[in-house]
């Protein structure tokens, strides 16, 4: 496994979920479910959220992989499970590391404009950001069909006016398209924003180490 698998990876858990100020169906729990690139591989992912958590998961290979973060973006922690390995582990990211993640993310202004279009059945209108330091542009499509929780919302996308269907994800220099496919209303199952019992605990520079990254 290579450390800039979970770069993106943090990435998406971070951006996983925002909020708008109107909507036509509001959630206070559910599953969003997502398509995105990973070294070269689409790869389907799960953001399970509520109130006060969000819960990312996908799978690499033989591992499953869940991030979690609070809704305060004070907290994180992954998980590594490889059952052909023995493998678990949870690897708890410290205040500081937590604050430097935030930090790296790009800050954004926000210019929408009058295109919309249709995905994956949600209304959604262009939004073209601009990363004030290094003056990129993205087009990112939101919509405001809906509204959730802000769970593991990025401090880049807090303003941008909408859920975000069709977006790019940051972090620690990497980046990925992301696609929404759907939102579904339902409660997440028992223990997903929890670390179970029989996962190692370890710092994100062991995971780093065990992962062939620095």
């Known amino acids: 496994m290579n450390i800039k698998f979970f ?9 996983a979920t925002a909020m ?10 559910g599953t969003v479910n997502f398509t995105t690139n990973m070294r070269g591989q689409e790869v389907n992912a799960k953001g399970y959220f509520r109130a006060d958590s969000n819960a990312f998961t996908f799978t690499a290979g033989p591992a499953t992989i869940k991030i979690l973060t609070d809704a305060a973006g004070k907290s994180m922690a992954i ?8 493998i678990k582990k949870a690897a708890i990211a410290t205040p500081d590391e937590v604050d430097q993640a935030m930090a790296d993310m790009p ?23 601009t990363d004030s330091k290094t003056k990129k542009t993205y087009d990112i499509w939101i919509t405001n069909d809906v509204e959730v929780p802000l769970t593991g919302i990025a401090k880049y996308y807090r303003e941008i006016g909408g859920f975000p269907v069709q977006y790019t994800s940051f972090s620690q220099g990497q980046s990925t398209d992301v696609t929404v496919k759907s939102i579904v209303d339902e409660k997440a199952p028992a223990g997903t924003f929890g670390i179970p019992a029989d996962f190692e605990k370890i710092s994100l520079d062991d995971l780093k180490a065990m992962s062939g990254g620095r």
Request: glycine share 4%.
């Open 79 to 86: 998980l590594v499970d490889v059952p052909v390995a023995s």
């Open 20 to 29: 708008t100020a109107s909507a036509q169906k509001k959630y206070t729990q």
């Open 107 to 129: 800050t954004f202004t926000f210019a929408p404009s009058t295109e919309t279009k249709q995905i994956s059945g949600f209304n959604c209108k262009k939004v073209v950001a």
């Open 7 to 15: 770069n993106v990876a943090l990435g998406l858990a971070l951006t």
